[in-house]
């Protein structure tokens, strides 16, 4: 029996899997959240929204005979890779996760860590006044209730009204150069940068951008 793949995506990464799980003839379905606007294409089939909890993507599996997974969620999405391994060990079903190798720091990196979003709230205003927030729009409510500093925050699609007493939002979708990171950080004069520890090749352009410029970077571990 063919293979039939489900790429649990929302990533770059994901992305450039199917794309090449597809060219090498296999049966690919990529399932989206739905909350980000769609990558630009995705090769094979694609499903968008949630499945309805561990239950759903059970049956979901089950329903479209599904023979294998492979989790390419993002590193922060820790609901659904759990869901799919529950859902994966009922079924018997096997499951990979596509891991993103971890940022290295470079001597000389004036890195800063927060255990958790709330934590890098907090800790942001003692660290920068003008910072480049980095950590995707449904991770941005713990940093409007620590006034104070200047809030550049780069999304993917233009946000509703924010909390925030300052800020300015552009919007725009990676990958991203580190020469063009350094020209945003200039001329906005950011002096920190907040990120999600995401790792991967895709989004470190900020990181290597601050790295020199020298700025400071804070970063969220993750979950
Ligand atoms: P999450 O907290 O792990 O998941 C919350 C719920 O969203 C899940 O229980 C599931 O709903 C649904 N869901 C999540 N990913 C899904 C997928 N690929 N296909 C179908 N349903 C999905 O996820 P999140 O952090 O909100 O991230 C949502 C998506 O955005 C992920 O696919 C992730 O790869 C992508 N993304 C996340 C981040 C981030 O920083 N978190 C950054 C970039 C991209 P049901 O329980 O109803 O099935």
């Known amino acids: 029996m063919r293979d039939r793949i489900l790429i649990l995506g929302g990533t770059a990464e994901a992305a450039a899997l199917a794309r090449r799980l597809v060219d090498e003839g296999e049966t690919v379905i ?5 909350r980000l606007p769609s990558p630009p294409s995705l090769a094979g089939q694609v499903r968008v929204g949630g499945f309805g909890g561990v239950d759903g993507l059970a049956a979901w599996l089950a329903e479209n005979a599904i023979t ?8 922060f999405a820790a609901v659904i890779s759990a869901h799919a391994a529950a859902a994966c060990a009922r079924l018997g079903l096997p499951l990979r996760r596509l891991e993103r190798p971890v940022w290295r720091k470079h001597p000389g990196d004036r890195w800063h860590w927060a255990d958790s979003l709330e934590m890098a709230a907090r800790m942001a ?23 104070g500093p200047f809030y550049l925050l780069r999304l993917l699609a233009a946000p509703a009204p924010l909390a925030f ?5 552009v919007i725009d979708r990676g990958p991203f150069v580190p020469a063009d990171e350094m020209a945003l950080m200039r001329r906005f ?3 920190l940068l907040v990120s999600k520890a995401s790792g991967g090749a895709a989004t470190e352009a900020k ?17």
Not at 30 to 34: D, E, N, R
Not at 165 to 169: A, E, G, K, L
Not at 211 to 221: N, S, Y
């Open 30 to 34: 990529t399932s989206l959240a739905g």
């Open 68 to 75: 294998r997974v492979i989790d390419a969620t993002h590193p």
């Open 125 to 147: 205003p003692g660290l920068g006044r003008r910072i480049l927030l980095t950590v995707g729009a449904g991770s941005l409510a713990p940093f409007t209730r620590f006034g």
């Open 165 to 169: 007493p300052r800020y300015r939002v």
């Open 189 to 191: 004069a950011i002096d």
């Open 207 to 223: 990181i290597i951008a601050a790295r020199r410029l020298g700025l400071r970077v804070l970063l969220v571990g993750r979950p």
